[in-house]
Each structure stands twice: as structure tokens, then as C-alpha cells.
């Protein structure tokens, strides 16, 4: 299975697809953390993409494609599971050539920009492993700002007032055609993104039967 998550920035995406990957044995592939890891390592990928993820803008498709192209051909044959990709109709085009005739579903987590606002404004990342704090879910980041590995604790670039503003803006300009794209293809599912990661992942789990 070839399973697309789509849904704006802050939606859920990620916290979504730890337990989505587990549960149907999927390969978990986040162009975001994968663009981040470049931008963190210094490669000509990350200093490609780092000027467009933090003003929030997207990251040219041609790159994308070419990410995306490699992944699969490592990959043949397994099932795997994009999270923030596509996120251009151009994208989503890219991807079909790429699969052919692989049976592809695409899920639509629903979010309204002030709930998505009020989780990225609140969001804190270890430097080191990842692990995601947010207030809003109780998972508060510990008094000395060092994660329980050990790790620092920061704020991602994008997740400052104005850029999340641009994600969002980028986000309804460009990416919401790709949920047209997949309606018109009959392979979209529609998801409530709101209500705990575990009232979510129940509906996820129900659309997906
Ligand atoms: P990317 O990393 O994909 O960021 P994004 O889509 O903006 O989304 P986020 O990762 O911020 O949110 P999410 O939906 O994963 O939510 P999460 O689970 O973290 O992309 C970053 C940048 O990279 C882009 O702007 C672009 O520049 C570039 N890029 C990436 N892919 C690209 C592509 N294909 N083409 C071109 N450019 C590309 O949750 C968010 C917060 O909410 C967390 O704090 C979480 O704890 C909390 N939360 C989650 N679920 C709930 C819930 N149910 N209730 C309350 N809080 C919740
Ligand atoms: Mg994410």
C-alpha cells in the first residue's frame, strides 16, 4: 500500500504517522524531517532548502521529485507512507509516473487554521531524538530545557508567528488543489483531524478498513 498524508502544517501529520507506520508496517517517509536532517548535516540539499522552510515556502518540486525518485527506487516494492508529500498538484503528477500502477490511497487530516496555529506556536523538539513537547497534550518539555535523552530542546524555525502564517497561506494556495486531485481520482479519505492523537488514529484506523 502506498498511503499519502495529507493536511496543513500542524495537522498531525507526523504524531499521526508513528502510529500509522507500526500499525500497517509501512515505511514512514517526511520530506520535513528528511529537508530538516540536510539543513542540520549542512549538505547542498539542506543549504538548498533551508532559505524556503524558513520564510515557509515550498522547496522546488524538480528537488522534491528527485528525493522522492531515489526513495522508491531503494524501496521497490514496499509500502510506504508519505508524510508532507505531495504538496503540489506538480508533485502529485511526479508521483503517479513514479508508482504507475501501484494502488495508492490519500488521507486528508481536517484541521481549521486557528486550532493549527495554537499546536505549532505551542510545539518544542528535542535537537537530538525528535520527541515532540506540547502544553496543549499535557507533554510539557522538563524545567531545564534538556530532553530526557539528554538532547537540547528548541523551537523549529518555521514554528515562529510569521512563517506559520506563510505555511498556512502556501498551504490553501498550493496544496489544497492536491486534495481536488485525488477526489477526482476516487483515491481520497477524509479524516477529523481534531480530538486526541488517539480519537484521530481510531478514525484513521475506521477509514482505512
Ligand atoms: P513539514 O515538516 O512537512 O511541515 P508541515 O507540513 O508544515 O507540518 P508539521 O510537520 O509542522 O505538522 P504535522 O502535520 O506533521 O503535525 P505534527 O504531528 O507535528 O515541512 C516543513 C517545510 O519543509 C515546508 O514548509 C517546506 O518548506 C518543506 N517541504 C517539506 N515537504 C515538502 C514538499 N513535499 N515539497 C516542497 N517543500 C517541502 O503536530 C503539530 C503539533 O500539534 C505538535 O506539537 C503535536 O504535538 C500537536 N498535535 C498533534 N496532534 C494533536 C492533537 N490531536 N491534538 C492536539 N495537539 C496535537
Ligand atoms: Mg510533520
New binding site residues.
Partial sequence: MILI?L????????????KIKVEYNLLHL???????AAVADGTELGKL?KD??????????D??LGI?RDFMKENTGKGVL???????VM?AGGLDEILRDEKVRALS?E?DDE??I???S????CRECGK???P??G?NPPKENACECGGEIYQ?D??HAE?IA??LK??HDQ?EPVIEYYRGKSQLLIVN????????FGRIREALV
Avoid: C, H, W
Fill in positions: 498524508l493536511g496543513a502544517p500542524g495537522a498531525g501529520k507526523g504524531t499521526q504517522a508513528e517526511s520530506t520535513g524531517d528528511l529537508l530538516r532548502a524556503y522552510m524558513n520564510a515557509g515556502k515550498l522547496v522546488p518540486d528537488v522534491i522522492i508519505f508524510d508532507g508529500f505531495p504538496r503540489t508533485q487530516l484541521v486550532q493549527v495554537k499546536r505549532l505551542a510545539r518544542r523538539v515532540v513537547y506540547n496543549a497534550l507533554i523549529r518555521d514554528d512563517t506563510n505555511r502556501v498551504y496544496t483531524g481534531t480530538g486526541t492523537p488517539d480519537e484521530v
